[in-house]
């Protein structure tokens, strides 16, 4: 047998990160064009309803304040219903902005860099809205500043040892290194933003905050250990903040809630509903902004999949959580579910959230579905949804079916609840079309590192033809059959 | 007529692409340069070995923050809800802070109620790493600064999108107008220029 140099077997290329050859301008040009150029007319179709609805959502608070906490819906035995509901929702969307831009790094999954700016920024803005709902609940939220450890004239100090005070320190932290991560990753974009305009007001806010950046390797070389820091001290911190949301409730005597499964199925519903708001957002941006050859169907897909992923772990943890239940012998336990799934007076409410969360990311098995951007909005907006429901489930469902039948109650949410939740979302898709209008939303030094031009021996790996990590990673998955001459 | 003094701040050179300034890289660094660096839009893998760099710092600075950190916690936690200060004999930490402990959920007042403690211990530690990594690596690159020499050359400009650059700098003791452009040259640098500082 003869092999001819034409046929001898060759490896197949990954799929690429970035379709069509761009150039290092092209993506330049690409990315920075959004902040330049006008906004299309969806921008504002979108952007001015956004701005009613935060309208409104200051309406709501400063109604509360005016009136008083009671205007929310909750009442004995139902202490805590939307509004905690809500902060764990939103806390819950900003996991998977950190899992992208951390874990996924130190995993070395090159695709991230095209959705970790996007997917922080949604953290950020998650984290806002997510704050304020406690900090209303409080009742007096004047006296917020109680939560922070700052010597004061009671001379009493907070309780360390209460998981709501964890929660305090735990979400803070998460905004804060969030905000450090975001902005360190922005740097080098908001240079190239810098070096692109004309002198004058948005050359002077830009080339502030690009700090003077000048890409030299000897900045590169302390920035990416920087970054590498900043992600492994992310990743313990983003597996943390959603355990410490769940020790609220699993450090508690309430059947339903003292379990100790609840910190990892809380991790993994919160990456899983972070997906799909990821997917949500960055679907239609793609489309609008024409950046198909960044977000290319490969990286719907990859996520795609990790939906599937956690959606799976999050349908395993309500099928334990059943399992316990039942085998614990536990009487209140197994009431609790039963109550919840069967003969309780929300069990449209577990329905829902069982056939959102489980059933409908299912389809994702199936290839086709994951590269049909319609079927992937579809599911994540019944994730978006279901998840809302889980906590709905697990928070006011729980209380409302207490221990002893005395103290049972009903909880229904009233128009200050529903539109408080409907102005966060006004909130936080202004603060994302802000984002979108004044800062590069895809990280555009970190696509061009993962460029192939951008290896330093491209050539060499030209010449041979082969990728020698490749072969070393799949011995047979990218040999190709040899081509017939 | 104002004359304005000029300070030399060294050779730059212009590469089209990222092979070109590795190889670049190396040979600069095989010429005893020491005062020199390489501009480009992204980081590049494997420059440092090829400018002979050091490995950074910023994790010895990052470790103390994050130590910092904890023992901050700690010492926040047990000065305001334990009775440990008094029982070594430092009750007057306690004094500073005139405490009233929150004795609840039946947890005991002294350091066995540490494992209570831990969250916030961790999340501090978190805290003060990654806000020391950030202003570490300030402090390590001297940024921010408003101006550099280097922002004069219109060319320059061009690193943030899709050019590659070499600088090495006058204060070299290599540095020599003559030899270092004939080394630019050699190496494939194009649009060589001198980089003047106004002073």
């Not at chain 1, 009671?70 to 139902?78: F, L």
């Not at chain 1, 900090?135 to 907070?158: D, K, S, Y």
């Not at chain 2, 390590?140 to 600088?167: E, I, T, Y």
Request: glycine share 6%; with cysteine.
């Amino acid at each position: 047998m003869e092999a001819s140099a034409s046929n001898t077997p060759r490896i197949l290329d990954r799929e690429p990160l970035v379709l069509n050859n761009r150039s290092y301008s092209w993506i330049t040009n690409r990315i920075c064009g959004i902040v330049e150029n006008k906004q299309p007319a969806l921008w504002w179709i979108l952007f001015v309803p956004s701005v009613l609805l935060t309208g409104l959502m200051v309406f709501c608070f400063a109604y509360l304040i005016s009136t008083g906490v009671g205007v929310w819906g909750q009442k004995q035995p139902v202490a805590w219903a939307w509004d905690i509901t809500n902060f764990v929702f939103w806390i819950g969307i900003g996991h998977a902005g950190t899992l992208i831009s951390a874990i996924l790094f130190l995993t070395r999954q090159k695709w991230r860099t095209s959705v970790n700016r996007a997917a922080e920024a949604m953290t950020i803005f998650a984290v806002m809205c997510a704050g304020l709902f406690p900090a209303f609940h409080v009742g007096r939220v004047w006296m917020v500043w109680f939560l922070a450890p700052i010597p004061n004239a009671n001379a009493i100090w907070q309780n360390f040892k209460s998981p709501l005070l964890w929660d305090v320190f735990a979400v803070s932290t998460y905004f804060s290194v969030s905000l450090v991560f975001w902005f360190l990753g922005l740097v080098p974009d908001l240079a190239t933003l810098r070096d692109r305009c004309r002198p004058g007001l948005k050359k002077f806010f830009y080339g502030l905050f690009a700090l003077g950046w000048r890409g030299g390797n000897r900045h590169w070389s302390h920035y990416e250990t920087a970054y590498m820091l900043l992600a492994a001290l992310s990743t313990p911190l983003v597996l943390s903040v959603h355990s410490v949301v769940s020790f609220d409730f699993a450090t508690s005597v309430v059947p339903g809630w003292h379990t100790t499964i609840f910190p990892p199925y809380f991790v993994a519903g919160a990456i899983f509903g972070g997906f799909a708001m990821v997917l949500t957002l960055m679907i239609p941006v793609r489309r609008i902004y024409g950046l198909d050859d960044l977000l290319t169907p490969k990286h719907v897909d990859n996520m795609a999949k990790i939906i599937l992923l956690t959606g799976t772990i999050v349908g395993y943890a309500y099928c334990m959580e059943l399992f316990m239940a039942y085998y614990s012998a536990n009487p209140y336990e197994a009431a609790a579910f039963t109550l919840r799934g069967l003969t309780g007076p929300s069990i449209w409410a577990y329905a829902l959230m069982f056939s959102f969360n489980v059933f409908a990311p299912q389809l994702f098995w199936y290839r086709p579905f994951r590269h049909n951007m319609w079927v992937v909005m579809f599911v994540c907006m019944c994730v978006n949804m279901g998840m809302w429901y889980e906590r709905y489930v697990i928070i006011a469902t729980t209380l409302e079916r207490h221990m002893t039948p005395g103290s049972w109650g009903e909880y229904s949410a009233t128009w200050v609840d529903q539109w408080t939740f409907v102005g966060t979302f006004g909130f936080f898709m202004m603060l994302f079309l802000l984002f979108l209008r004044f800062l590069p939303v895809i990280a555009i030094g970190e696509v061009k590192g993962v460029l192939p031009q951008s290896d330093p021996h491209f050539d060499d790996h030209a010449e041979k033809g082969i990728q020698e990590e490749d072969l070393m990673a799949y011995p047979d998955r990218h040999v190709a059959k040899p081509i017939a001459a | 007529m104002s004359t304005t003094l000029k300070r030399v701040h060294g050779y730059l050179a212009e590469f089209d692409n990222v092979q070109d300034l590795y190889h670049a890289a190396e040979h600069v660094r095989d010429a005893g340069y020491n005062r020199w660096d390489v501009h480009s839009p992204f980081p590049i893998h494997g420059m440092d070995k090829a400018m002979g760099n050091p490995r950074s710092n910023l994790p010895k600075l990052v470790f103390c923050g994050g130590i910092t950190g904890t023992t901050v916690a700690f010492i926040l936690q047990t000065v305001t809800q334990t009775n440990f200060w008094s029982s070594l004999g430092l009750g007057f930490l306690q004094e500073i802070v005139e405490t009233y402990p929150t004795v609840v959920q039946a947890k005991p007042t002294d350091i066995w109620t540490l494992p209570a403690f831990f969250p916030v211990m961790f999340e501090l530690t978190i805290l003060f790493s990654a806000f020391t990594t950030l202003f570490g690596l300030l402090a390590l690159m001297g940024l921010p600064r408003w101006n550099h020499p280097l922002f004069a050359s219109k060319r320059f400009a061009k690193f943030s999108d899709d050019s590659f650059f070499v600088c090495i700098e006058a204060r070299d003791p290599k540095f020599s107008q003559d030899g270092t452009k004939a080394l630019l040259e050699k190496i494939g640098g194009k649009n060589i220029e001198l980089v003047e500082d106004e002073i």
